[in-house]
């Protein structure tokens, strides 16, 4: 993580902190962003970018005279597990069987009792 802060000039003309998050955010938008979270009363946005396998989350913090911006970077984390419609077929079924009854660890997943959790009075 690394932050940027940019001060206004001596004698400058006070832009507001609304005007430099929605400078911020429009800036980020154009290159594909997604704005996340954006607080008037804390003067803050959290602004998403993906773009070549990495994310990055920018916060800006925004005053009159003054802006911070925070930037993360991360690798988007690759897939690798794979489904099919028959392997999530079989999960809801196990699912839905499972708030029922338990399950052996044995191949072929015999039944062994019912559930006595769903069986006790609330």
Known sequence: MY????HLNAGGAEPGELKIRRNVQDALKKVGGTVIFDDNFNKTSTITVKKDNKETWVEVRSYNNMYRIYIVEREIMKQEIVANA?????????????????????????????????????
């Open 3 to 6: 932050y940027i802060e940019y």
């Open 86 to 122: 028959e392997a999530m077929e079989m999960i809801s079924l196990l699912w839905v069987t499972s708030q029922c009854m338990v399950f052996s660890s044995i191949p072929g997943n015999r039944i062994l009792s019912l559930n006595p959790l769903l069986l006790w009075p609330k």
